[in-house]
């Protein structure tokens, strides 16, 4: 995935004819006073609102100083953070990652992914053609050989060809009862084993849950990519020993 270079000036023209379409439409301006305002007849700007005049680089700067706007008005905030993050690593692939807010655990509230709290960077590489990654911490959690301590992340794909993937060697983030879970899971008869739950208490979690005509992907939210520290302060996947890889998207 290249690093998003920003819009262009013909999307930043268009953007900036859309804004003054929104001044009339919100009431805030009248063609009349909106044509005052910037120095034009109300002729010449209603063709500029109609598309039957070109918007000129030399034109739109004249409107923006009328209005006191400036460029970074015409670009969103998710343009404007990922033409620095381009800056800052320039000539480089990379990616950015979600990191949620909360907490992946089987007695807590399993993570909105709506609630980002941060945003990691990554050179993507290692896992082109995966999508829809995010980044979570781990409740400790005495059946997983990587997170008996606190302190470990989860990165976490919701891929759904990969959830639909069981196989024996690979862990899978679980949704039941709102909270969530990582097991290795066996899938057989309309319903999910759960492998390695000696750990944890029936009430708290099955060793088995019935579908009962749900989709797989109901109780399956996720498979791990890679599990270890905190990777926004250094980069996770640049060399050996700094996480426990889990998956690949083969």
Do not use: C
Request: proline content about 8%; aromatic content about 8%.
């Amino acid at each position: 995935m290249s690093a998003p270079q920003g819009p262009g000036f013909e999307k930043l023209l268009h953007r900036l004819v859309l804004r003054l379409v929104g001044l009339l439409t919100n009431g805030e301006y009248t063609e009349r006073g909106l044509a005052r305002l910037v120095g034009f007849s109300q002729p010449h700007l209603h063709h500029i609102l109609a598309g039957k005049r070109s918007l000129t680089p030399h034109v739109a700067d004249a409107i923006l100083a009328s209005l006191g706007w400036g460029l970074g008005d015409l670009i969103s905030a998710e343009e404007l953070d990922g033409m620095l993050l381009a800056r800052r690593t320039p000539g480089r692939e990379k990616a950015r990652i979600p990191v949620l807010a909360g907490r992946i655990g089987p007695s807590i509230p399993f993570p909105d992914s709506s609630h980002v709290e941060d945003w990691l960077l990554i050179q993507t590489p290692l896992y082109r053609g995966i999508r829809r990654v995010f980044l979570a911490p781990l409740e400790p959690d005495p059946g997983l050989p990587f997170a008996r301590h606190p302190g470990v992340f989860a990165l976490v794909a919701e891929d759904e060809e990969l959830r639909l993937r069981i196989a024996p060697e690979a862990w899978f983030v679980l949704r039941w009862g709102g909270a969530g879970i990582v097991r290795r899971i066996r899938a057989e008869g309309g319903a999910l084993t759960l492998l390695g739950q000696e750990t944890l208490e029936e009430k708290d979690w099955p060793v088995r849950i019935e579908l009962a005509g749900q989709s797989l992907l109901s109780v399956v939210r996720g498979r791990l990519i890679w599990a270890g520290p905190d990777p926004r302060s250094f980069d996770p996947f640049s060399h050996s020993g700094s996480g426990f890889p889990i998956a690949t998207a083969s």
